[in-house]
T-cell receptor
Framework: AQSVAQPEDQVNVAEGNPLTVKCTYSVSGNPYLFWYVQYPNRGLQFLLKYITGDNLVKGSYGFEAEFNKSQTSFHLKKPSALVSDSALYFCAVRVFSSSNDYKLSFGAGTTVTVRA | NAGVTQTPKFQVLKTGQSMTLQCAQDMNHNSMYWYRQDPGMGLRLIYY???????DKGEVPNGYNVSRLNKREFSLRLESAAPSQTSVYFC?????????????FGDGTRLSIL
């Protein structure tokens, strides 16, 4: 079964420091991977995706993610975190369905807190 | 451009009551989805619809029914609410046929069942 795991429930960093949110995947075939962010009382917002090509993917709000096939990982990174980056982050993997569409299988989420 | 709109935003029900959660999108998307979000469990797919007139079960369909009323609207119904269905419900949509496109989410319906 296609799945992702987020090994950390919480990540705490100081503003200005690098931020990393970890995600590992388990898929058969080529993985299609996504990162979403959820701010309080809001829906999920798309950050970035990996389909094929460069292992370093750049997304919204200064975030990037590195795809590592040998380690089956897709970690989200930001070189210099902001207090406004405090949110809940979800990794997800595409799972094809029988109706010519795809579904997303989500990780449990990682709460990021950036302190001033 | 409203995107994905969910109503109501909050609701409290008693056990055994019924309720329909509404979702509408104005992006001309074919595919629509219903998820529930519970602490520590991420989002779990309840039902989805790849196109008008079709619906399929997701990971946790028991206790729910859906209707794809037209291309814009996809409703989720709880026929007899149970406390285990207390959750935050999200609707999402996306373009079908282009597997690279992400899903777009509404802001959720927070449902409490007493």
């Amino acid at each position: 079964a296609q799945s992702v795991a987020q090994p950390e429930d919480q990540v705490n960093v100081a503003e200005g420091n690098p931020l990393t949110v970890k995600c590992t995947y388990s898929v058969s075939g080529n993985p299609y991977l996504f990162w979403y962010v959820q701010y309080p009382n809001r829906g999920l917002q798309f950050l970035l995706k990996y389909i094929t090509g460069d292992n370093l993917v750049k997304g919204s709000y200064g975030f990037e993610a590195e795809f590592n096939k040998s380690q089956t990982s897709f970690h989200l990174k930001k070189p210099s975190a902001l207090v406004s980056d405090s949110a809940l982050y979800f990794c997800a993997v595409r799972v094809f369905s029988s109706s010519n569409d795809y579904k997303l299988s989500f990780g449990a989420g990682t709460t990021v807190t950036v302190r001033a | 451009n409203a995107g994905v709109t969910q109503t109501p935003k909050f609701q409290v029900l008693k056990t055994g009551q019924s309720m329909t959660l509404q979702c509408a999108q104005d992006m001309n998307h074919n595919s629509m989805y219903w998820y529930r979000q519970d602490p520590g469990m991420g989002l779990r797919l309840i039902y989805y619809s790849a196109s008008e007139g079709t619906t399929d079960k997701g990971e946790v369909p028991n206790g729910y029914n859906v209707s794809r009323l037209n291309k814009r609207e996809f409703s989720l119904r709880l026929e007899s609410a149970a406390p285990s269905q207390t959750s935050v419900y999200f609707c999402a949509s996306r373009v079908t046929g282009d597997s690279n496109q992400p899903q777009h989410f509404g802001d959720g319906t927070r449902l409490s069942i007493l």
